[in-house]
Structure formats: C-alpha cells, structure tokens
C-alpha cells in the first residue's frame, strides 16, 4: 500500500502522536526528513485512511518497516546476529502491547456499561482502545517486517548446525505472530459485540456492514452469540486467556531457540 492523500490528517495525527514516532520514540525535530504517517491493521484499498488507523513514525522506521528482503545477499554473522536479536527484542514489545491491550479489552462491556448509565452512548470515550490497538498493530507489523527478512535468507547456503536452529527460530516466531493476532481479534469482537466498530470505537447501527466514521468492515461475532442472541463475553475473555498462556510457552520456546542460534553465531 502507497502513501496516498493524508495530509488531511496528517497535522492530526502528529499532534495526536505527540510528533514522536510511535515505534522508536524518535521526536520530529530529530528526523532531518519529517515523520511519516504509517497504516495499521485493516484500511480502505483506495479513499481516505481514517486517523484511528494511522501512526507516526520517523523516516528510518518507516524504511524499516517497508523494506523488501534481500536473499539475494548472505547477511554475516554479525549482521544475522543483529537481525535475530532485533526480531526477538520487537517480539517482546509486542507480547507486552498485546497482554496490555487484552487487559484494557476485556474491561470494555464494564466500563461502558457503567458510563451508559450517565452519559449519551454515541459520546462515551473509547477509554484508549483505540490508542491501545494502533500500538499493538504497530509492533506486530514490526516484527513482522524481521521476520520477512530471516525468512528471505537461502538457509541451504549456511552451515547446518546454523540453519537448522534459525528455522526453528523463524518458525516460533511465526507461532507467536499468530497467536498474538489471535488475541488482538478476540479484543475486536469484544469492542464490536458491544455494538461498536472495531477500529475507530464508533457506535454502530444494528443494520450497517461498514462503520461511517472509518470505512471499516463490521467485525462479524456470530461465532461469540449465545442462544438468546447476547454476546458471550465471558467465553471471549476466556478464550483471550487461553491464547495468553499458549503465547506465554511459545515466547519461552522462542527464548531458547535465540539462545541456540546465538551459540552457533558467537561460538557458545
């Protein structure tokens, strides 16, 4: 996806974002170049990208998550050892985004149910989901612009006793990815059972598809309704849960796989 036409929330989303990048805390006066607006998560394919869906990052992040992979071109071990201790630093931010945001998620139908009774439902704030989300999309496309990286690498090239660990290393994170997005798309449904959209929080008409404030599809929660038609939110939680302790073993598998390919880089 192209950088299109936002420079109608560009002053918007810098001033939002405290004109600092999002991904490495660089400030503007810093980036010689300027900060530049990156997408996350699920966005129009033409048309206006809403701000709930844009963050701030500095020019070098940007390059970093927009860079293509190279296979061509047999990274050294310092190069790899670099590339693998990044993958798995990044990986750690995003298993704390991720657990913050399933915390702030699973309090969502309390704490709208108690601001319902005092306020007007279309003015309740979104009580930083939508922050909270933007940051969590952010790290796993972090990541998953490292793992693109390990994964371009022609492992026949490297000695055995190297390539066998780092695709036991590319592999778990790859599992970890996945079970993080999982938990992520749980803290969606919880926001849209609640009759909201998934990416900007804004209230939903029962007989619309797509929100009228980002353009985001509904989430679909057919899959979370009881037998009366209520949203189970308690099986929603429990299933966030779930995947939490699956992720929490896979990060220590992939703590003892970056250990094993740091031995073979750095001789033990």
């Known amino acids: 996806m192209t950088e299109r036409e936002w420079r109608g929330e560009r ?3 810098l001033e939002r974002d405290e004109r600092t990048c999002r991904r490495c805390g660089t400030a503007a006066t810093e980036d010689p170049n300027g900060l530049r607006l990156y997408p996350v998560g699920d966005v129009p394919r033409s048309g206006t990208v809403h701000e709930s869906a844009l963050v701030a990052v ?6 970093s998550l927009r860079s293509e992979p190279d296979g061509s071109a047999l990274p050294d071990d310092e190069a790899l050892f670099s590339l693998v201790r990044e993958t798995t630093e990044r990986q750690g931010v995003t298993v704390s985004a991720v657990a913050a945001f399933a915390s702030l998620a699973t309090k969502l139908p309390g704490e709208l149910a108690a601001a319902t009774a005092d306020s007007d439902p279309v003015s309740i704030p979104d009580t930083g989901y939508v922050r909270a989300r933007r940051e969590v999309l952010l790290a796993i496309d972090s990541v998953d612009s490292r793992l693109d990286h390990l994964y371009a690498i022609e492992t026949d090239a ?3 006793n190297l390539a066998d660990p780092l695709a036991e290393f590319a592999g778990t994170g790859t599992k970890l990815q996945s079970e993080l997005r999982g938990i992520v798309a749980l803290g969606e449904c919880i926001a849209a059972g609640l009759g909201r959209c998934h990416g900007c929080f804004g209230e ?4 619309v598809d797509r929100c009228g404030t980002c353009d ?3 989430r679909d929660v057919a899959d979370w309704r009881s037998a009366d038609g209520s949203v189970d939110f308690e099986g929603l939680f429990d299933a966030i849960n779930e995947t939490l302790q699956a992720a929490s073993g896979t990060t220590e598998a992939l703590t003892d ?3 094993s390919v740091a031995e073979q880089l750095r001789g033990g």
């Open 257 to 259: 796989r970056t250990t």
């Open 11 to 13: 002053e918007v989303v």
């Open 204 to 207: 939903l008409e029962a007989d």
């Open 158 to 160: 490297l000695d055995p």
């Open 58 to 63: 500095c020019t070098p992040c940007f390059a």
């Open 216 to 218: 985001l599809e509904r």
